[in-house]
């Protein structure tokens, strides 16, 4: 039994919907960054799949997904330093509180 192009883009699908619900129903900085980088793994499986299935003889869809991970990496690890700063200056990462930082 050989796993097809339509379970693949089936997994992207629901692994993005759900970062997508998480980026917009939850209130943590946090939460919502890990929601983002689900999303990104989604894209990044999207792309190998086609790849994969599409023209197997090439690895641009691997080569893009790794060079994504890279970038996904240092994106977090900014991200993180940012809500370290902000919870530092306002003693809460929930994302409402912070409008009193505005101006």
């Not at 919907?17 to 990104?40: I, P, Q």
């Not at 090439?58 to 902000?86: D, N, P, Y």
């Amino acid at each position: 039994m050989t796993i097809g192009l339509e379970a693949f883009l089936g997994l992207s699908a629901v692994l993005f919907a759900l970062g997508l619900y998480g980026a917009v129903s939850k209130r943590s900085a946090v939460m919502v960054l890990m929601s983002l980088e689900l999303m990104a793994v989604a894209i990044s499986l999207n792309m190998v799949a086609f790849s994969r299935f599409v023209t197997p003889e090439k690895m641009t869809g691997q080569f893009f997904a790794i060079f994504s991970m890279v970038v996904s990496a240092a994106e977090i690890g900014l991200g993180l330093a940012l809500v370290v700063a902000i919870y530092r200056r306002a003693r809460s990462i929930e994302l409402p509180s912070l409008e009193r930082l505005k101006g």
